[in-house]
């Protein structure tokens, strides 16, 4: 096999802000997924699908929109095959609040650990920052104008004039001078909000919660200390604008539209749900707390309210995919209540040496184009021969069949064994160039990749 790196992608333009959902087509998903994610055609059909079922959702008879429940998805597959990925980048395409929690962090209520509710908690502190930056990015532009006029203030805050206009003049100038960047060295002081040390009153596992709540509630009635500092006037350009474009954001409106981001668009990815299972349906010793997380989780995925600091939070129509490798369960296991939840079933296959190939050259973050753009920032060219990135190849599949799979995640290891010594010396030795080919790869790595007890260690 000949693999060369692409010097192209295929042209998959990601969809206009104007027409962002209506855009995004399964195929459109699918074909964008592509970029990073190899191979998984079955999860990547299957997600795609049920995000578009949302607009569906959306735009279906007003009298049948909230009956439509999501159509949740369980991942089968071992570690390191893209379950999480697939997720993650589906909701960056989307722009969708996500949050990924692994099941087995979670205990039954009263137990000590964290409760099922925090997931939507901590979805919503997610939307809220999200919105929030969105906003305050929008204000951007009228912020800096406001920031301008306040540093040119500070340039000159003894600056008076008996003419009224002359002083308007001179002042226009002056903000014009500093648009260009010219007057970005001068030194001028500014108040700043100085930072509160908050008391910490908990330290327990599963009161996290109840601290940070307490902590904020507190914080609230203690008055903002402010303080002096002097800057130059980029960085008091910089400052400023923070300020005044966060001024100009009304929270209720971000709190709002984070609350109705999560209910129409949420996602909320669930690991290691295996590890909540109960093997043959006996609930005995840890068993049972693990049937109490299910239990827990149940009205969750169902849709229920929760409480949350910005207000009560339906959970109707959040979508969630669990995923898991269910080496010594299987998703019948589950309580049957939870597998009605989960309709769709994908299972993800194991990936074989012709997928390493392809991960390591064909997505838009290949790990080859990641090297070697780190490499040149330091004045060192590598290139990889089609031969070599086979060797590499085969040696991350033979060391996950010897040792455990963790699927692509080898492939980093093995990459940063090969290039260590190169990434050391890189700046003694620029400007150079390095062409690895097989030979360099054998070299490198054949004496840990045979050593099964040291492999086990390295790589």
Not at 40 to 57: E, F, L
Not at 150 to 159: A, I, S, Y
Not at 243 to 266: H, M, P, T
Not at 274 to 282: A, E, T, Y
């Amino acid at each position: 096999m000949n693999h060369q790196l692409p010097t192209t992608l295929a042209p998959v333009p990601l969809p206009d802000k104007t027409d962002h959902v209506l855009s995004l087509t399964p195929k459109v998903i699918v074909s964008i997924l592509d970029r990073f994610i190899i191979g998984q055609a079955k999860a990547k059909r299957s997600v795609a699908i049920a995000m578009r079922n949302r607009w569906r959702r959306l735009v279906a008879p007003e009298d049948l929109r909230e009956e439509i429940t999501p159509k949740n998805i369980i991942m089968i597959g071992p570690t390191g095959v893209g379950k999480t990925e697939i997720a993650r980048r589906l909701a960056k395409l989307t722009n969708s609040p996500f949050i990924k929690v692994e099941a087995s962090k979670f205990t039954e209520v009263g137990y000590v650990g964290r409760d099922v509710e925090s997931i939507i908690r901590d979805l919503m502190e997610q939307a809220y920052t999200m919105v929030k930056s969105e906003m305050v990015e929008a204000n951007m532009a009228k912020a800096s104008e406001a920031a301008a006029d306040k540093v040119v203030d500070l340039v000159l805050p003894g600056f008076k004039s008996a003419d009224g206009q002359s002083q308007t003049n001179t002042k226009k100038k002056l903000k014009k001078l500093l648009q260009e960047g010219k007057l970005m060295d001068a030194e001028v002081e500014i108040v700043v909000d100085a930072q509160n040390q908050r008391p910490h009153f908990f330290g327990t596992v599963g009161l996290e919660d109840l601290e940070k709540n307490l902590n904020e509630t507190l914080s609230s009635f203690i008055p903002k200390k402010r303080q002096r500092r002097k800057v130059t006037a980029a960085q008091a350009m910089e400052i400023l604008t923070q300020q005044e474009a966060s001024g100009l954001v009304d929270n209720e409106q971000v709190i709002e539209e984070a609350k109705k981001r999560v209910e129409q668009q949420g996602l909320v990815f669930i690991d290691e749900i295996d590890k909540i299972c109960v093997k043959g349906g006996g609930f005995r010793g840890p068993d049972v707390s693990r049937e109490g997380v299910q239990r827990d989780l149940l009205p969750l995925v169902e849709g229920s309210t929760v409480s949350t600091k910005y207000g009560f939070i339906k959970t109707d129509h959040i979508l969630f995919i669990a995923a898991g490798a269910f080496h010594s369960c299987k998703p019948s296991d589950l309580m049957p209540e939870l597998q009605g939840r989960f309709p769709i079933r994908v299972e993800l296959s194991p990936l074989s040496k012709e997928d390493f190939v392809r991960i390591l050259t064909e997505p838009q973050n290949a790990l080859i184009r990641q090297y070697k753009a780190l490499m040149s920032t330091e004045g060192v060219e590598i290139e990889f021969t089609p031969e070599a990135i086979e060797e590499l190849a085969a040696m991350a599949w033979q060391v996950n069949e010897s040792n455990e799979n963790i699927g692509a995640r080898r492939l980093s290891t093995i990459m940063e064994s090969l290039l260590d010594e190169v990434s050391f010396e890189a700046p003694d030795i620029s400007p150079a160039q390095i062409l690895v080919t097989p030979d360099y790869v054998k070299k490198r790595l054949t004496e840990i990749v045979t050593d099964t007890d040291l492999s086990k260690f390295i790589l």
